[in-house]
């Protein structure tokens, strides 16, 4: 095959949810329809003989969610699907937007008892500024849950576009009888049961309704005229609108049942888009300019948009994920990290189903790769084979919104937690700050459950097991300033506030909102950003 034709056939996204909302089930149970693996894990309790097989921190197996994102692979119709599982948990959101830009698409999935939950919100807005396609599985139709009509209108409001249905649910609860697939034009029978595949369920043609309605009474009648409803009042499917972020296709069914899922699992082949042109950063008589970089592209270029250490603890390996923009990787290929021009010598190179490896024989744009290696690699890293000059940039860092300083319970670990938080750090687990001053690090996080995982971590990884105090910072803002002159002048005025993050970026730290509204009247030539970008943005001629 071309680049050309091993690209369109990849297709990669992410599924996101609020919490609880079923997320990790569905992603066992594509896994299992794709054939990618034979038995589905439990995510329902703690003390579950087995788990899901996209959670493999064992803080995750303990709780019951997912705290750090994961990667699958599987092959379906002739197809290569990427799959990537994020933490559905607010106090995560940073890891899951970093994976939302190395994805063309996602699966939403809604709980139909709850309708668009709060961290549904916030990923939905990610999606929207990145005009992400997005397909809707609306699930848990087997429990009592709200009417689908008043589900469809909440969706369109929350996300701005119109919804299309694709299936539509004959009754719920202990009514819910089956799906009518729009697609097809067949009835589904649901039977409970987490054991079934896609062929052990009944499908019956809808072109005899007088029979449907004999059979399943007026759950049917009622099921027919509410979709009529929603059929009459959405668009017709457009596959350029769904493609440019302005429509959603929906799906409705049982995860835990199986139910459902095949139809989106078919969704996802025939509707959700290829690996596409992204969008890089090149130097031209020593300016910086836009560069599009395409898929089917013969130079090799990839972005890294999360490092995780300690996937295998016999080897404490670090490996950094990498979404493959353009070009193919083949073992032994020269590898070159454009943020500091060094070649990357990587001990081995993964693909991933969750916590099976398989060494890479090739992998094309729209792939995710693993890269394990001994340090030297940061989030939002450029990956090139050397014959291309660009960056890659976009990948985010928010301002910590919490604070806590780090004490060390045996003086004797102190390598250890050095070596523990620069790690974390640069897995992007949580901030890490150094005080310029000197005095104990300090850790900056979105919310409190990432200081229990990294402590968790810190102990169970490093052997450091740490006490956290509160800290008397409430905030951080990353600088800049006009000229070196400016900046070392507002550094001398706070030398107590400096602190640099784990990508050696300058930050002030803040003890209330109107510390930077002081600081900015006093040197207005200094910018604050609550946000910023990875920070490798020199670029270097390529040899």
């Known amino acids: 095959m071309t ?35 034979q038995i589905a894990g439990s995510v329902k309790a703690r003390k579950a003989s087995r788990h899901a097989t996209s959670d493999w921190m064992e803080i995750e197996k303990q709780r019951g969610i997912s705290v750090a994102s994961s990667v699958m692979q599987m092959v379906y119709r002739e197809h290569v699907i990427n799959l990537l599982d994020t933490p559905g948990h607010k106090d995560f959101s940073e890891d899951t937007y970093r994976v939302l830009t190395a994805v063309d698409s996602a699966l939403m999935v809604i709980d139909a008892a709850n309708g668009v939950e709060a961290q549904t919100r916030r990923l939905i807005e990610v999606c929207r500024q990145r005009n992400t396609p997005i397909i809707t599985f609306v699930n848990k139709m087997d429990r009592e849950v709200r009417d689908p009509l008043d589900i469809l209108d909440e969706v369109e409001r929350e996300l701005g576009m119109p919804c299309v249905p694709m299936t539509w649910p004959v009754g719920q609860g202990k009514s819910f009888e089956g799906i009518l697939n729009l697609r097809t034009q067949r009835m589904t029978v649901f039977e409970a049961g987490s054991e079934r595949r896609p062929q052990d369920f009944e499908a019956i043609a809808l072109n005899n309704t007088p029979a449907l309605v004999q059979r399943f009474g007026d759950t049917m009648a009622s099921a027919l005229e509410s979709m009529e409803l929603a059929v009459g009042a959405s668009p017709q499917f457009d596959a350029q609108a769904f493609l440019a972020g302005r429509q959603t296709p929906v799906f409705f069914g049982s995860g835990v049942n199986n139910f459902g899922v095949m139809e989106v699992l078919e969704a996802l082949v025939d509707l959700a888009p290829p690996p596409g042109v992204r969008t890089s950063f090149t130097q031209v008589n020593k300016e910086t300019v836009a560069k599009e970089v395409r898929p089917e592209d013969a130079a090799f270029s990839g972005v890294v948009f999360k490092v995780q250490a300690n996937m295998d603890a016999n080897h404490r390996d670090r490996i950094a994920f990498v979404r493959i923009a353009s070009g193919r990787y083949s073992p032994g290929m020269r590898l070159k990290v454009m943020r500091n021009n060094k070649e990357l010598r990587p001990t081995s190179v993964v693909t991933f189903m969750s916590q099976r490896r398989e060494a890479v024989e090739e992998a094309y744009a729209g792939d995710i790769v693993g890269f394990t290696t001994h340090g030297g690699v940061q989030l939002g890293d450029t990956i090139t084979d050397g014959t291309v000059n660009l960056l890659f940039t976009g990948l985010p860092f928010f301002a910590p919104e919490m604070f806590m300083t780090v004490l060390l319970k045996n003086p004797l670990r102190t390598k250890q937690l050095q070596q523990g938080l620069a790690q974390l750090g640069e897995e992007g687990a949580i901030q890490v700050f150094k005080p310029e001053m000197g005095g104990n690090m300090l850790l900056g996080a979105i919310g409190q459950l990432q200081f229990e995982v990294v402590a968790h971590r810190l102990k169970s990884e490093y052997d450091a097991d740490i006490r956290l105090e509160s800290s008397q910072y409430t905030g951080a803002r990353w600088i800049t300033a006009d000229s070196a002159q400016e900046l070392k002048t507002f550094v001398n005025a706070y030398p107590q506030r400096m602190a640099l993050d784990a990508a050696d970026t300058l930050a002030f730290l803040c003890t209330s909102p109107y510390d930077v509204r002081l600081a900015q009247e006093r040197f207005p030539k200094i910018h604050f950003h609550p946000l910023r970008e990875h920070a490798g943005l020199a670029l270097h001629s390529a040899s």
């Open 3 to 37: 680049y050309a034709e091993e690209t369109h056939r990849r297709r990669t996204f992410a599924i996101i949810s609020h919490p609880d909302a079923g997320k990790t089930t569905l992603t066992e149970k594509l896994l299992l329809f794709s054939g990618a693996i």
